[in-house]
T-cell receptor
């Protein structure tokens, strides 16, 4: 089954404790991205990756890091989480090309709470 | 830059009622337009799309028409079911843009 998986699905942590949210896709997609979803703001892109070893900032990259060492994986790293990073996070992937920009496959989401 | 404005929710309807969710956009050139749906506890799924003016996207009884003259892409369904309860997001991608811009989302609850 074609899918994007994320782990963990739920995480409660404390300010300053480094964490990683993993994302993996099995569709051989080159493009992957991370979003955060907040009430009234919709989805905002954090980082994206056009291919292995190619990453770039989205609209709200502050406080986040990513890496893309393999095509299938795109982990999101919070080096020093703060309460304003409490949110619902989604990983997404899609086939390459402008024509496929809207054909995104989303993971199930990770609910993060930073105390 | 590109932006999407959706009607605010939440929207509560009875089964078999008519649903409309308004969406307007600001973009240069000829964007592509999308509706995504997020069922409770799940990620977003592409519901329908339209890539040029006057195109009508449709899926699962939902429809939306790309109206360039009014810069709108309103979502409609003639007879909703309880299973249509979800959050609906309007989104666009610019004509030369790899980025997808989302609206704030509209929560729809359908009561039996």
């Amino acid at each position: 089954e074609a899918q994007v998986t994320q782990n963990p699905r739920y995480l409660i942590t404390v300010t300053g404790k480094k964490l990683t949210v993993t994302c993996s896709q099995n569709m051989n997609h080159e493009y992957m991205s991370w979003y955060r979803q907040d009430p009234g703001l919709g989805l905002r892109q954090i980082y994206y990756s056009m291919n292995v070893e190619v990453t770039d900032k989205g609209d709200v990259p502050e406080g986040y890091k990513v890496s893309r060492k393999e095509k299938r994986n795109f982990p999101l790293i919070l080096e020093s989480p703060s309460p304003n990073q409490t949110s619902l996070y989604f990983c997404a992937s899609r086939p390459p090309g402008l024509v496929n920009v809207g054909e995104q496959f989303f993971g199930p989401g990770t609910r993060l709470t930073v105390l | 830059g590109n932006s999407v404005t959706q009607m605010e929710g939440p929207v509560t309807l009875s089964e078999e009622a008519f649903l409309t969710i308004n969406c307007t956009y600001t973009a240069t050139g000829y964007p592509s337009l999308f509706w995504y749906v997020q069922y409770p506890g799940e990620g977003l799924q592409l519901l329908l799309k339209a890539t040029k003016a006057d195109d009508k996207g449709s899926n699962k009884g939902f429809e939306a028409t790309y109206r360039k003259e009014t810069t709108s892409f309103h979502l409609e369904k003639g007879s909703v079911q309880v299973s249509d309860s979800a959050v609906y997001f309007c989104a666009l991608s610019g004509s030369n843009d790899y980025k997808l811009s989302f609206g704030a989302g509209t929560t729809v609850t359908v009561r039996a």
